[in-house]
């Protein structure tokens, strides 16, 4: 029997870390809701892993970092997957030096660009969903993701991020200047309008 530690767990689901073959890696496995029916929460778990699962994979080829998948049982809901031994980028943003911090945000814009490229919608960009590992920013959790080509989506999915900068990181008020900066290099479409679009949800914001 394969030991499993769990390190995580959420509302959602719940991280174990485990072995697959000889690797090591984790396993994410959505939890049943007692107070929805047990035919359409079988469905849900069900659905939204296949989702998640479709959408890391999709992410991957387009050249992003994520996690390798080994495997997706859509019964059980388990996604099992690499194991990434890094930092998550939450914990060690705000103790880099300046340049660092700088090339590091850079690099979260360019990835991010990618997604948009292709129409993915990560749907959860906050620090706590990337890891630092071999110099490279991986995205974890798009149990949250969609395909989406539209601007307004786009917009949404970035401003997510830049709340979750000011939040936590609210001492580096810069940091997500130099993500649009990265996101600007990298994207195909003109990103002024996307940049507009967060404007505006901004604003949104603060008339509600
Ligand atoms: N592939 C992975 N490698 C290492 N840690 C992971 C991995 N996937 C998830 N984790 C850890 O588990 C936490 C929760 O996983 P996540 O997919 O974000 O679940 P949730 O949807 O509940 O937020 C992450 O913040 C991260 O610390
Ligand atoms: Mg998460």
């Given at each position: 029997?394969?030991?499993?530690?769990?390190?995580?767990?959420?509302?959602?689901?719940?991280?174990?870390?485990s072995k697959y073959?000889?690797?090591?890696?984790v396993?994410?496995?959505?939890?049943?809701?007692?107070?929805?029916?047990?035919?359409?929460d079988?469905?849900?778990?069900?659905s939204?892993?296949?989702?998640e699962?479709?959408?890391m994979?999709?992410?991957?080829?387009?050249g992003?970092?994520?996690?390798?998948?080994y495997?997706?049982?859509?019964?059980?809901?388990?996604?099992?997957?690499?194991?990434?031994?890094?930092?998550?980028?939450?914990?060690?943003?705000?103790?880099?030096?300046?340049?660092?911090?700088?090339?590091?945000?850079?690099?979260?814009?360019?990835?991010i660009?990618?997604f948009h490229?292709?129409d993915?919608?990560?749907?959860?960009i906050?620090?706590?969903?990337?890891?630092?590992?071999?110099d490279?920013?991986?995205f974890?959790d798009?149990?949250?993701?969609?395909?989406?080509?539209?601007?307004?989506?786009k917009?949404?999915?970035?401003?997510?991020?830049?709340?979750?900068?000011e939040?936590?990181?609210?001492?580096?008020?810069?940091?997500?200047?130099y993500?649009?900066?990265?996101?600007?290099?990298e994207l195909?479409?003109?990103?002024?309008?996307?940049?507009?679009?967060?404007?505006?949800?901004?604003?949104?914001g603060?008339?509600?």
């Amino acid at each position: 029997m394969i030991k499993k530690d769990i390190i995580y767990k959420g509302a959602e689901a719940e991280i174990c870390v485990s072995k697959y073959m000889n690797y090591n890696v984790v396993e994410k496995r959505r939890v049943h809701k007692s107070y929805r029916i047990n035919y359409i929460d079988d469905k849900l778990i069900s659905s939204r892993t296949r989702e998640e699962a479709k959408l890391m994979i999709e992410a991957r080829n387009k050249g992003v970092s994520v996690p390798i998948i080994y495997d997706v049982d859509l019964i059980s809901g388990i996604i099992t997957m690499e194991y990434l031994t890094g930092k998550r980028i939450k914990d060690i943003l705000n103790n880099l030096s300046e340049k660092k911090r700088q090339t590091l945000c850079k690099k979260i814009g360019e990835s991010i660009a990618r997604f948009h490229n292709n129409d993915i919608i990560h749907g959860d960009i906050t620090t706590s969903n990337m890891i630092l590992l071999d110099d490279k920013v991986h995205f974890i959790d798009f149990g949250l993701g969609e395909k989406n080509s539209e601007i307004e989506s786009k917009g949404v999915d970035l401003h997510v991020l830049m709340e979750a900068l000011e939040s936590t990181h609210s001492k580096y008020s810069d940091c997500f200047k130099y993500v649009l900066e990265g996101y600007k290099k990298e994207l195909k479409d003109d990103a002024n309008q996307v940049i507009k679009k967060i404007d505006e949800i901004v604003k949104r914001g603060r008339y509600r």
